[in-house]
Protein backbone atom coordinates (compact mmCIF):
# COMPACT_ATOMS: atom_id res chain seq x y z
CA UNK A 1 0.00 0.00 0.00
CA UNK A 2 1.31 3.39 -1.00
CA UNK A 3 0.46 6.42 0.74
CA UNK A 4 0.49 10.20 -0.81
CA UNK A 5 3.37 12.40 -0.58
CA UNK A 6 1.70 14.67 2.42
CA UNK A 7 0.25 11.51 4.23
CA UNK A 8 3.47 9.62 3.64
CA UNK A 9 5.52 12.51 4.85
CA UNK A 10 3.43 12.50 8.03
CA UNK A 11 4.07 9.48 8.30
CA UNK A 12 7.99 9.90 7.84
CA UNK A 13 7.94 12.34 10.21
CA UNK A 14 6.02 10.29 13.01
CA UNK A 15 8.45 7.27 13.02
CA UNK A 16 11.33 9.85 13.05
CA UNK A 17 9.71 11.47 15.85
CA UNK A 18 9.24 8.34 17.51
CA UNK A 19 12.84 7.16 17.32
CA UNK A 20 14.48 10.27 18.10
CA UNK A 21 12.23 10.22 21.64
CA UNK A 22 12.95 6.20 22.09
CA UNK A 23 16.66 7.40 21.96
CA UNK A 24 16.31 9.80 24.44
CA UNK A 25 14.28 7.48 26.64
CA UNK A 26 17.61 4.83 26.29
CA UNK A 27 19.77 8.02 27.21
CA UNK A 28 18.07 8.59 30.02
CA UNK A 29 18.02 5.53 31.18
CA UNK A 30 21.48 5.14 31.07
CA UNK A 31 21.88 8.76 33.00
CA UNK A 32 19.67 7.69 35.73
CA UNK A 33 21.98 4.71 35.94
CA UNK A 34 25.48 6.38 36.12
CA UNK A 35 23.53 8.79 38.18
CA UNK A 36 24.02 5.74 41.41
CA UNK A 37 27.66 6.70 42.00
CA UNK A 38 26.60 9.45 44.30
CA UNK A 39 29.65 7.79 46.48
CA UNK A 40 30.68 11.18 48.03
CA UNK A 41 26.87 11.14 49.41
CA UNK A 42 25.96 7.77 49.68
CA UNK A 43 28.72 6.98 52.16
CA UNK A 44 28.53 9.90 54.65
CA UNK A 45 24.90 8.75 54.72
CA UNK A 46 25.09 5.20 55.39
CA UNK A 47 27.86 5.98 58.10
CA UNK A 48 25.80 8.44 59.91
CA UNK A 49 22.84 6.35 62.07
CA UNK A 50 25.90 3.94 63.15
CA UNK A 51 27.07 7.18 65.07
CA UNK A 52 30.40 5.40 65.65
CA UNK A 53 31.22 8.88 67.51
CA UNK A 54 30.09 11.69 69.07
CA UNK A 55 31.52 14.11 66.29
CA UNK A 56 29.86 13.17 62.82
CA UNK A 57 32.52 11.50 60.43
CA UNK A 58 34.56 14.16 58.74
CA UNK A 59 34.96 12.31 55.02
CA UNK A 60 35.35 16.31 53.43
CA UNK A 61 39.32 15.06 54.51
CA UNK A 62 39.06 12.05 52.76
CA UNK A 63 39.98 11.85 49.10
CA UNK A 64 36.79 10.17 47.90
CA UNK A 65 37.98 10.12 44.36
CA UNK A 66 40.76 7.50 45.10
CA UNK A 67 37.90 4.98 46.46
CA UNK A 68 35.31 5.91 43.71
CA UNK A 69 36.30 3.19 40.93
CA UNK A 70 35.64 0.63 43.88
CA UNK A 71 32.71 1.51 45.26
CA UNK A 72 31.40 1.87 42.13
CA UNK A 73 32.17 -1.72 41.16
CA UNK A 74 31.13 -3.12 44.22
CA UNK A 75 28.04 -0.93 45.23
CA UNK A 76 26.50 1.31 43.17
CA UNK A 77 26.69 -1.01 40.03
CA UNK A 78 24.07 -3.23 42.19
CA UNK A 79 22.32 -1.01 43.63
CA UNK A 80 19.29 -1.53 40.95
CA UNK A 81 19.49 -5.43 41.44
CA UNK A 82 19.62 -5.22 45.18
CA UNK A 83 16.03 -3.01 45.48
CA UNK A 84 14.71 -5.00 43.09
CA UNK A 85 15.24 -7.83 45.05
CA UNK A 86 15.01 -6.23 48.31
CA UNK A 87 11.02 -4.67 47.47
CA UNK A 88 10.19 -7.90 45.81
CA UNK A 89 9.42 -5.09 42.36
CA UNK A 90 9.44 -8.27 39.82
CA UNK A 91 6.80 -10.75 41.99
CA UNK A 92 8.41 -13.30 42.63
CA UNK A 93 8.32 -15.29 45.99
CA UNK A 94 8.67 -12.73 48.96
CA UNK A 95 11.27 -14.50 51.06
CA UNK A 96 13.52 -15.50 48.62
CA UNK A 97 13.48 -12.33 47.24
CA UNK A 98 14.07 -10.37 50.09
CA UNK A 99 17.24 -12.45 51.32
CA UNK A 100 18.63 -12.40 47.86
CA UNK A 101 18.23 -8.90 47.92
CA UNK A 102 19.73 -8.52 51.76
CA UNK A 103 22.75 -11.13 50.43
CA UNK A 104 23.82 -8.99 47.57
CA UNK A 105 23.78 -5.60 49.33
CA UNK A 106 25.79 -7.03 52.39
CA UNK A 107 28.33 -8.33 50.01
CA UNK A 108 28.49 -5.16 48.23
CA UNK A 109 28.83 -3.41 51.86
CA UNK A 110 31.77 -5.94 52.88
CA UNK A 111 33.60 -4.82 49.27
CA UNK A 112 32.95 -1.88 50.29
CA UNK A 113 34.42 -2.10 53.66
CA UNK A 114 37.60 -3.66 52.01
CA UNK A 115 38.23 0.14 50.89
CA UNK A 116 40.51 1.39 53.65
CA UNK A 117 41.39 4.94 51.60
CA UNK A 118 37.68 5.54 52.05
CA UNK A 119 37.50 6.24 56.07
CA UNK A 120 38.10 9.10 57.15
CA UNK A 121 39.12 7.79 60.78
CA UNK A 122 39.30 4.40 62.81
CA UNK A 123 36.36 4.25 64.58
CA UNK A 124 34.23 4.70 61.29
CA UNK A 125 35.42 2.11 59.77
CA UNK A 126 35.36 -0.20 62.55
CA UNK A 127 31.54 0.54 63.25
CA UNK A 128 30.78 -0.01 59.25
CA UNK A 129 32.51 -3.27 59.25
CA UNK A 130 30.94 -4.57 62.70
CA UNK A 131 27.69 -3.87 60.99
CA UNK A 132 28.20 -5.08 58.05
CA UNK A 133 29.81 -8.46 59.25
CA UNK A 134 26.77 -8.73 61.42
CA UNK A 135 24.11 -8.40 58.85
CA UNK A 136 25.88 -10.94 56.55
CA UNK A 137 26.24 -13.32 58.96
CA UNK A 138 22.41 -12.98 60.01
CA UNK A 139 21.38 -13.55 56.09
CA UNK A 140 23.55 -16.39 55.67
CA UNK A 141 22.41 -18.18 58.34
CA UNK A 142 18.95 -17.98 57.38
CA UNK A 143 17.19 -15.36 59.70
CA UNK A 144 14.93 -13.76 57.30
CA UNK A 145 11.35 -13.92 57.65
CA UNK A 146 8.03 -12.92 57.30
CA UNK A 147 4.29 -13.23 58.59
CA UNK A 148 2.14 -12.18 61.98
CA UNK A 149 2.39 -11.04 65.39
CA UNK A 150 0.46 -13.47 67.04
CA UNK A 151 -0.37 -10.42 69.75
CA UNK A 152 -0.77 -7.61 67.37
CA UNK A 153 -1.86 -9.75 64.26
CA UNK A 154 0.48 -7.01 62.56
CA UNK A 155 2.66 -8.21 59.43
CA UNK A 156 6.35 -8.61 60.55
CA UNK A 157 9.29 -9.08 58.68
CA UNK A 158 12.19 -9.78 60.82
CA UNK A 159 16.31 -10.21 60.06
CA UNK A 160 17.71 -11.86 62.98
CA UNK A 161 15.76 -10.66 66.58
CA UNK A 162 15.32 -7.22 63.95
CA UNK A 163 11.57 -6.37 63.47
CA UNK A 164 12.66 -4.05 59.86
CA UNK A 165 9.20 -3.73 58.14
CA UNK A 166 9.14 -0.21 58.12
CA UNK A 167 12.40 0.15 56.95
CA UNK A 168 12.19 -2.09 54.12
CA UNK A 169 9.19 -0.55 52.69
CA UNK A 170 11.46 2.81 52.57
CA UNK A 171 14.00 0.95 50.14
CA UNK A 172 10.07 1.00 47.89
CA UNK A 173 10.46 4.90 47.79
CA UNK A 174 14.00 4.93 46.69
CA UNK A 175 14.53 5.92 42.66
CA UNK A 176 17.70 6.43 41.30
CA UNK A 177 19.39 10.00 39.97
CA UNK A 178 18.75 12.80 42.22
CA UNK A 179 21.47 13.73 45.08
CA UNK A 180 18.40 13.29 47.72
CA UNK A 181 17.75 9.53 45.96
CA UNK A 182 21.23 8.71 46.85
CA UNK A 183 21.11 10.56 50.32
CA UNK A 184 17.70 9.16 50.84
CA UNK A 185 18.78 5.59 50.32
CA UNK A 186 21.95 5.73 52.51
CA UNK A 187 19.98 6.72 55.51
CA UNK A 188 18.06 3.69 55.16
CA UNK A 189 21.00 1.29 54.60
CA UNK A 190 22.40 3.35 57.88
CA UNK A 191 19.26 2.87 59.97
CA UNK A 192 18.83 -0.76 58.84
CA UNK A 193 22.73 -1.55 59.42
CA UNK A 194 22.27 0.08 63.32
CA UNK A 195 18.99 -2.18 63.39
CA UNK A 196 20.25 -5.32 62.98
CA UNK A 197 23.61 -4.09 65.34
CA UNK A 198 21.33 -3.64 68.38
CA UNK A 199 19.00 -6.40 68.42
CA UNK A 200 19.63 -8.85 65.25
CA UNK A 201 21.49 -11.40 67.52
CA UNK A 202 18.34 -11.64 70.09
CA UNK A 203 15.78 -14.24 69.51
CA UNK A 204 13.42 -14.57 66.76
CA UNK A 205 10.58 -11.96 67.31
CA UNK A 206 7.35 -14.54 68.49
CA UNK A 207 5.66 -15.67 65.71
CA UNK A 208 8.46 -16.34 63.51
CA UNK A 209 8.72 -19.70 62.34
CA UNK A 210 12.17 -21.27 60.58
CA UNK A 211 12.00 -21.40 57.01
CA UNK A 212 13.24 -24.25 55.31
CA UNK A 213 15.33 -22.71 52.55
CA UNK A 214 15.97 -25.39 50.24
CA UNK A 215 12.42 -26.47 50.01
CA UNK A 216 11.20 -22.99 49.66
CA UNK A 217 13.58 -22.71 46.80
CA UNK A 218 12.70 -26.08 45.25
CA UNK A 219 8.98 -25.01 45.34
CA UNK A 220 9.32 -21.02 44.42
CA UNK A 221 12.92 -20.68 43.55
CA UNK A 222 13.17 -20.20 39.93
CA UNK A 223 15.69 -17.71 38.91
CA UNK A 224 16.04 -16.33 41.83
CA UNK A 225 19.80 -16.91 43.27
CA UNK A 226 22.35 -15.70 46.28
Known amino acids: MKLGGTAGGYLWKAVGMSLYILSGLAEDAGTVEAAWPQIPILLPSIVGPL???EEPPRFEDVKLST???R???ALSANITRILDLVTNR???DYL???RAGLHHLSQSLESVALANDCWPDELTEQAFKTAVSQMRQLVDAGRV???YCPFTGNEQTTLGGSEVSKLLRKFAKVRPGAKKEARKLGRVIGKLL?????TGNGPDPAGAVPVDWEMRAAMFGGSIEL
Open 51 to 53: KPS
Open 67 to 69: CVS
Open 71 to 73: LQA
Open 90 to 92: LQR
Open 96 to 98: LSL
Open 145 to 147: NAG
Open 194 to 198: REVQE
